[in-house]
C-alpha cells in the first residue's frame, strides 16, 4: 500500500498569495497516478488534478500540478477567496486507492 | 448531467448493520467502476470498496474486509454497500464516486455525491 504524506499541514495565507502544497508517497506513484481533490466545508470532494498535472473540466488555470515518482505539489498561483479549503492528494494507480491526511489552506 | 445521490445512512448500535444507496444518473453506469469513499467526523478521506461496471472486480479496503459488501443494479442505475458488525469506528459519512478508468487498474474520481453519515453508538 502506497503512504501518502501531505505537508504542511496547515497553510495560512491572505488573498491573492500562492500557495504550494506538497505530497510525498512512501513509494513511486506509476505512470505520475497522482491526483488532488478540493474540500469544502460540508461539500464533497471535488477533482481538480489528475496525472499529476492535468486540470480537471472546469477547473481555473491558477490551479497547477506538478511532480513525478515521489514527490509532488499542487499550486495555486494567486488564491482567490473560494479556494480557501482543505486539499487532498490521492495515488490511483492501484488498489487500495489512498489519500492523503489533507492540508487546509486557511485565511491568514 | 451527473449526479450521485446516496441515502440510507441514520445511527446503528454497534454489531448491527446498515445498507446504503447511491442513485447514478447522466451517464451510462455500467460503463463506470463505482466506488465508496468514507470521511469520519474532522478527519480525512478512506477509500472504502470498489466494483467494475460488470460486477466482476472487486475491491475492499482491509479496514472493512469480512464485513462491507458491495453491489451494484445496473438496471437501476444503482450502487449499494452493505455494512455488517458495525463499529464504532464505522462512523463517518459515506460517499460514492464515480471511476474514470485510466487503465484496468488505475481510476481516478471525477464526480462525487453529496454523502450520507452513519453513526454507530449505543
Avoid at chain 1, 466545508?41 to 480537471?56: K, M, T, V
Avoid at chain 2, 451527473?2 to 448500535?13: C, F, N, P, T
Amino acid at each position: 500500500e502506497i503512504v501518502l504524506t501531505q505537508s504542511p499541514g496547515t497553510l495560512s495565507l491572505s488573498p491573492g498569495e500562492r500557495a504550494t502544497l506538497s505530497c510525498r508517497a512512501s513509494q513511486s506513484v506509476g505512470s505520475s497516478y497522482l491526483a488532488w481533490y478540493q474540500q469544502k466545508p460540508g461539500q464533497a470532494p471535488r477533482l481538480l488534478i489528475y496525472a499529476a498535472s492535468s486540470r480537471a473540466t472546469g477547473i481555473p488555470d491558477r490551479f497547477s500540478g506538478s511532480g513525478s515518482g515521489t514527490d509532488f505539489s499542487l499550486s495555486i498561483s494567486r488564491l482567490e477567496p473560494e479556494d480557501f479549503a482543505v486539499y487532498y492528494c490521492q495515488h490511483y494507480g492501484n488498489s487500495p486507492w489512498t489519500f492523503g491526511q489533507g492540508t487546509k489552506v486557511e485565511i491568514k | 448531467e451527473v449526479q450521485l445521490v446516496e441515502s440510507g445512512g441514520g445511527l446503528v448500535q454497534p454489531g448491527g448493520s446498515l445498507r446504503l444507496s447511491c442513485a447514478a444518473s447522466g451517464f451510462t453506469f455500467s460503463s463506470y467502476r463505482m466506488n465508496w469513499v468514507r470521511q469520519a467526523p474532522g478527519k480525512g478521506l478512506e477509500w472504502v470498496s470498489s466494483i467494475g461496471g460488470g460486477t466482476n472486480v472487486i475491491y475492499y479496503a482491509d479496514s472493512v474486509k469480512g464485513r462491507f459488501t458491495i453491489t451494484r443494479d445496473n438496471a437501476k442505475n444503482s450502487l449499494y454497500l452493505q455494512m455488517n458488525s458495525l463499529r464504532d469506528e464505522d462512523t463517518a459519512v459515506y460517499y460514492c464516486a464515480r471511476g474514470f478508468r485510466v487503465t484496468d487498474q488505475a481510476y481516478y474520481f471525477d464526480y462525487w455525491g453529496q454523502g450520507t453519515l452513519v453513526a454507530v453508538s449505543s
